[in-house]
């Protein structure tokens, strides 16, 4: 729980203090190096890779000019791809974009670069090593290099005539259908979906994972999930629920938060958020194995800047997930192109906060191929 | 049963009989040149058959190096699994013996340490604790734990050596005691060079050492091949790991044999040997059940190590048909993770009931287009194609819009007053979805074979038939449609072997229960990365259709198969 802590408090003073002057870049440790000129940049397409667009790729090449930058969308094949290159000895990729569980993936198999996050990322500007700057609860493994922290939550529908005027305000009005009738959304995966039905079968936050280790604990949450099994459409693409609710085809379902955003802000569809037990993930940056020294140089300049305080709260203006460095908090403002205030938009403001909890990768990294065949089987059924 | 139509019983000139009488003629047919016939007509036949085989070579080693190697190496993912015994060397043969009761004994502890140092050093021990928690539970976290924390065995020793004599903390000492000679001549010449070229060379053992102290001498050349290669640093210059001092230790207090040395080096060996009886000891058992995880206790995990040594397994294959391979022997696994037959029998039955709905309505289109004037025939087959020509997620996606409780055809049956708005119809997001949508992207594969075969069908014949006083259903039935079979089996055989590899659409429209196998090798491949699985699943989907092709043949004749 301590990264909500540290999120809590980077948030309040978010709200406390607003935007600070912009921060310029230090150069970086491999200044001066032979460098490659051109760059290999993997990541989610989308409203996310254009944040990181804005906020830090295109300023990185307006200041080299002779840097050549091609995109690649492919970060979620990224694991199996990453393999698939260094089995064929023949990596293209320069940096590659994932999320924490899949950082761990690629740190394990050896197809990630472990790395020494103070020696590629600046300190903040107060002069805190990146290390605290981003404390231990962001840097999951040896290989990651965090960038924003999202969360998977619920919006919901608030135009449904059969709820009497009730809104959903906590998780498990989920699980009600008698008060909450109507289609509901949940991912296609057991991540997430037995903790919060563990939750709201009675089981503390602290003793979830105690409890999903023993075979009694999988039946206690699938059977809280079996309530809704049949009134709940899975998905598998983080556009699938924006699109269902917006078509009415469900009431309520879970996403990653960004995408509900755009949905409510953007394209103002009458949906509203339900930010109770969120769940907390990370994405970040990961360098492949295998680089020549100059791509490696490259990467790291790139790197130096990319991930420095002040272009981490850049991002936060494209997008609404939050920066992964507590310093970079203070400085999230306003949407670039809309104008409303970010901070209440953000996962870890407090007001969002309060019964959020973080996944425990390491705990799902074991338990992962074995749950995974125990819901897709129940799925099935 | 010799009677009069039998070949044999005819005595008089028939082509058989001029053949055998040729064959057992004294002298062999003779070309008009004076060879024998049947090595001229070889000859001949060799300089086309090359040709032919000239003119077809770069299509099939193309095919060959892009498509049947590639296949052929995943597919034998299905069985490979040396990553065990490559990793873990010295702990697969300690475990031979192992009984399977409790934890292993102190000797199968220090192998298991001495491999995961060289594993740590690779960074290969997470790959082989993701390799074994497809298996088991938790030995994904157990080896990254104990990769991080292996350093410290032989620590104790290390120190309490180097106290014994300084000369165990030289690099010097441990080239002079483990090289072999030529190696250091070579390595000397090598670093006297003013701008050394290349690498330094590879370091090898000397023959003295193997014989006086084997297990240190294995450790001691894995040392220093990976500070050699990993590190680029020469092993002339970097203290060796404490791993190699435990070796040491072992190899001297279990039956030192003194006398291989001579000089300075063996009365250092010596005095190290008749110092270890008064070492401070440390147990590796007690270092992994006490430091690193009280897990290393657990037979389950160990059984899982020697049950998965091999380098070939089948527990792929097991876990493919909803076994398992456990310590214990095969078993099957628990009935709430039992997936993949299920899967397997589904996508048969409805790659089955897709093929039949192509059928029953791609024959009537077929059927028109072949009979219609040519203008309009064309007209409509483009319309045929245009779909063939969408993508496929465009359609797919289509189909999501139509076919939701919210969608197109829910709404005109509800503003039709067919269903009442509460009772709307799920018509997507499960196997009615996947029918639907597969069937509507598999239908030109039905229509066209089907069609090419109609249109040269003469149509005289249907006419004759009605002229001779056949109904038009006989007609039709008795006259047209048995000449039609051919496009229907060459249809057939397109959709059902199209539609069992089909993966994207299932995914969009197929929910949950109108999912493929094909979803799961999926999975497997670019999701949990268990590509033995995947390719596991992968070979059987191939035998099965191979399989299937094999009845089809002999059922329906694939002769009877034609594209028109």
């Known amino acids: 729980m301590k990264l909500k802590t540290t999120l809590l408090a980077s948030a309040a003073l978010c709200v406390a203090t607003g935007a600070v002057a912009q921060e310029q870049a230090s150069e970086s440790p491999v200044a001066g190096e032979p460098m490659a000129d051109e760059m290999t940049i993997v990541s989610w397409g989308g409203a996310y890779q254009d944040s990181q667009l804005k906020a830090y790729v295109e300023p990185y090449l307006e200041m080299n000019p002779d840097v050549s930058v091609t995109w690649d969308e492919s970060s979620a094949e990224a694991v199996a791809q990453l393999r698939a290159m260094s089995e064929a000895n023949n990596m293209t990729w320069d940096l590659v974009d994932v999320t924490a569980a899949d950082a761990m993936r690629l740190c394990d198999e050896g197809l990630a670069m472990e790395v020494d996050i103070d020696d590629l990322a600046a300190p903040a500007p107060d002069g805190t090593p990146a290390s605290e700057d981003f404390g231990d609860e962001m840097l999951v493994s040896d290989c990651f290099i965090p960038q924003i922290a999202y969360s998977y939550t619920f919006g919901y529908r608030n135009d449904v005539a059969e709820w009497d005027g009730e809104t959903p305000t906590e998780i498990c009005d989920i699980f009600d259908t008698e008060t909450f009738p109507g289609q509901r959304s949940l991912e296609k995966r057991p991540h997430n979906n037995l903790e919060w039905a ?15 280790e023993t075979d009694e604990g999988v039946d206690r949450a699938l059977a809280k999930l079996d309530e809704i099994k049949d009134q709940t459409v899975w998905w598998t693409s983080g556009a699938d629920t924006p699109q269902l609710l917006a078509d009415g085809e469900i009431v309520m379902g879970s996403s990653y938060n960004g995408r509900l955003f755009s949905l409510i802000v953007e394209q103002d569809q009458p949906v509203s958020m339900m930010w109770d037990a969120q769940s907390y993930d990370l994405d970040g940056w990961i360098i492949p194995e295998g680089l020549s020294d100059e791509e490696e140089n490259r990467v790291r300049d790139f790197l130096w800047f990319a991930t420095d305080t002040q272009r981490l709260a850049d991002q936060a203006k494209y997008i609404s997930y939050g920066p992964a460095r507590a310093s970079s908090a203070p400085m999230v403002g306003e949407h670039a192109e809309l104008g409303v205030d970010m901070a209440p938009h953000m996962p870890t403001n407090p007001d969002n906060a309060s019964n959020a909890f973080v996944q425990n990768y390491e705990w799902w ?17 | 049963m010799s009677s009069a139509t039998d070949p044999d019983a005819f005595t008089g000139a028939t082509p058989d009989n001029a053949l055998r009488d040729a064959d057992r003629a004294a002298g062999p047919m003779l070309a008009a040149d004076g060879t024998p016939l049947k090595r001229s007509l070889n000859r001949a036949l060799r300089a086309q058959k090359l040709r032919a085989l000239g003119l077809i070579a770069p299509l099939l080693l193309f095919i060959i190096i892009t498509f049947i190697a590639p296949i052929a190496d995943m597919l034998f993912r299905s069985v490979e699994n040396d990553i065990v015994s490559q990793t873990l060397p010295r702990t697969v043969v300690a475990l031979e013996d192992w009984n399977g009761e409790g934890a292993p004994d102190e000797e199968t502890f220090r192998a298991l340490g001495a491999d995961l140092v060289v594993a740590a050093e690779l960074k290969n021990h997470t790959r082989l604790g993701s390799r074994l928690n497809y298996e088991t539970v938790g030995m994904s976290s157990l080896f990254r734990q104990s990769g991080r924390d292996v350093d410290d065995i032989g620590e104790v020793y290390a120190d309490q050596f180097i106290v014994l004599s300084e000369a165990w903390e030289e690099p010097a000492t441990w080239v002079a005691l483990m090289a072999d000679p030529d190696w250091v001549a070579e390595q000397s010449e090598w670093a006297a ?16 050492a193997q ?15 990976i500070i050699q290669s990993e590190d680029e640093d020469s092993p002339t210059e970097e203290e060796p790991w404490n791993i190699v001092y435990q070796a040491l230790y072992e190899d001297l207090s279990q039956g030192y044999v003194t006398g291989i040395y001579s000089g300075e080096l063996a009365q250092l060996l010596d005095n190290a040997a008749s110092a270890v009886g008064g070492f401070e ?13 009280d897990d290393w206790a657990d037979p389950e995990v160990w059984g899982t190590i020697k049950a998965f040594s091999s380098p070939y397994t089948a527990g792929y294959f097991l876990s493919s048909v909803d076994m398992q391979l456990t310590p214990q022997g095969i078993e099957s696994q628990p009935e709430d993770q039992q997936i993949y037959m299920l899967l397997f029998q ?8 897709i093929m039949f709905s192509c059928i029953l309505l791609g024959y009537p289109i077929a059927f028109l287009l072949s009979n219609l004037p040519l203008r309009t025939s064309n007209l409509l087959l483009i319309l045929v194609l245009l779909p063939f020509w969408t993508s496929l997620l465009v359609r797919t996606s289509a189909w999501k819009v139509l076919l939701q409780q919210e969608g197109v055809i ?29 069937t509507h992207i598999l239908l030109p594969f039905m229509i066209l074979p089907l069609y090419s075969v109609m249109k040269t069908i003469p149509p005289h014949y249907v006419r004759a038939a009605k002229s001779l006083g056949a109904t038009p259903w006989t007609a039709f039935w008795r006259v047209y449609f048995p000449q039609s079979v051919p496009g229907i089996g060459a249809g057939s055989i397109l959709v059902f072997i199209l539609s069992i590899g089909y993966y994207i659409t299932p995914e969009i429209v197929g929910g949950t229960t109108g999912t493929f196998i094909s979803n799961r090798i999926a999975y497997h491949i670019s999701s949990s990365l268990n590509w033995g699985l995947a390719a596991a699943l992968g070979s059987i989907l191939l035998a099965l259709v191979l399989v299937l092709y094999y009845l089809y043949d002999r059922i329906v004749g694939i002769d009877n198969v034609s594209l028109g």
């Open chain 1, 198 to 212: 563990l939750m709201c079968d009675g089981v503390p936050q602290d003793e979830i994972y105690e409890t999903l």
């Open chain 1, 365 to 381: 990294a074991d338990y992962r191929d074995d749950l995974d065949s125990r819901f897709q089987a129940w799925l099935a059924q």
């Open chain 2, 193 to 208: 060079q003013e701008d050394p070229i290349g690498p330094e060379p590879a370091f090898a053992l000397s023959e003295q």
């Open chain 2, 211 to 225: 014989e006086a102290l084997p297990r240190t001498a294995r450790s001691y050349a894995q040392f220093a091949q």
């Open chain 2, 281 to 293: 000891q440390m147990s590796v058992r007690d270092f992994f059940l006490e430091e690193v995880d």
């Open chain 2, 346 to 353: 589904r996508t048969m039955f409805m790659s089955l009931t």
């Open chain 2, 410 to 438: 829910n709404d005109i049956l509800v503003w039709i007053g067919l269903i009442g708005d509460g009772s709307r119809l799920q018509l997507i997001n499960n196997q009615t979805g996947t029918i639907i949508a597969m």
